[in-house]
């Protein structure tokens, strides 16, 4: 038997790097690496993802899928699971409940869920609040997320409000929280549940999607039923979601009192006891999706930059793009929701050198040049810049 001496003693990379250097490899170039991720296409209603970690799932979008189109295809949509979650569903048996400060708990079927209210639909994008985690710096511990723990559908479902109405929320309703069918992994550990603001939960727009770009929800994106908080990071979208408690205080669990919160003031690498609030509503957002940092490029030839851009919890205004000490304005293509994608596209005359594209969102909020560092790496905001040398 080898020991692990032996094998650190042959150096470490080396030992860590050979099985996986025998298959197609993802570079996500974070900074100081490693960097490369292997490429697996054995993943239920899954094409080639990104694996980040095998069980439970993380699964990333490869990066150029996103200058295809503002719809991010279910086989390619990303995975983010806590806890192991079910390989089955038995739809026939399947019951969510709505319980708690309501006049009427109630217990429904699938078919009672889809019936239970109006059906929307809309483009929305779902994001990690931990998307770009490894592209820190200094680097964060979790996972170590490139640029694609996002994605856009089309999401189809039964307004959630209308569940709530069905069964009688009572006055003193604060919060409700949702839960799914996962499971933690040892008993004592906290099931997985999340918490948003009554106000919210009874907007027009929030749902229980049973729907994603027309399909059924793949099931690592949490078949049969998922919340859906359009503007709001992927957190509080709860997949095989089977509970629905309503609350009249708000939620002391873990994963809202001690997990995915945001400090409230500036912070930098090594403070400690500041205050945070639970992390809500996205922030602006834009990538060029055509060329990656390092691209090289004719001299003296025009330089088409595409990309895409999310406006946070509202719609996209413009797309300016730093190019040096200049500020250019990219053209919009179409708005195909403002919860979703809208694409971008500029020709530079010609051009080598520091390029970003910073979105402006309809609130006005604009990106910062700074990544807004903070000790969960969340809520990455920042322009991404991107350096094209000359060839
Ligand atoms: N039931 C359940 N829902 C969940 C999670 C989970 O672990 N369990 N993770 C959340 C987080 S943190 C993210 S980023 C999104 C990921 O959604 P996706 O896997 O469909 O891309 O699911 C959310 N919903
Ligand atoms: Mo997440």
New binding site residues.
Partial sequence: MISRRTLLAGGAGAALALPVLAKEMADLRLPGGPSLRPFEPGFPGKGKMIVQRVHPPLLETPFSLFDDGVLTPNES???????P?PTEIDAAGFRLAVRGAVKKPLSLALEEVVKGGETIELAAV?Q??GNGRGQFVPRIPGAQWGPG?M?NAKWRGVRLRDLLDAAGVNADAKFVRFG???EPLVAEAPA?RKSIPIDVARRDDVMIAFAMNGEALPL???YPLRLVVPGWY??Y????LNDIEVLTREDDGFWMAKAYRMPTVPVKPGDKDFPTAPIGPMVPHAWITNHADGDKIAVGKPVELRGIAMGGDCGVAKVDVLVGDKVLSATLGPDEGEYGFRRWSLTLPEGAGRIGPRCTNVKSVSQPLDQGWNPNGYARGGVEFIALVPA
Avoid at 77 to 83: A, E, G, K, P, T
Avoid at 237 to 240: G, L, P, T, Y
Wanted: proline share 0%; with cysteine; hydrophobic share 45%.
């Fill in positions: 949509f990303y995975v983010r699971w806590h806890y979650m779902n990690c609040a723990a994605g799914g069918l996962d997985y690592l994106n949490g992927a957190t979208w709860v997949k095989m």
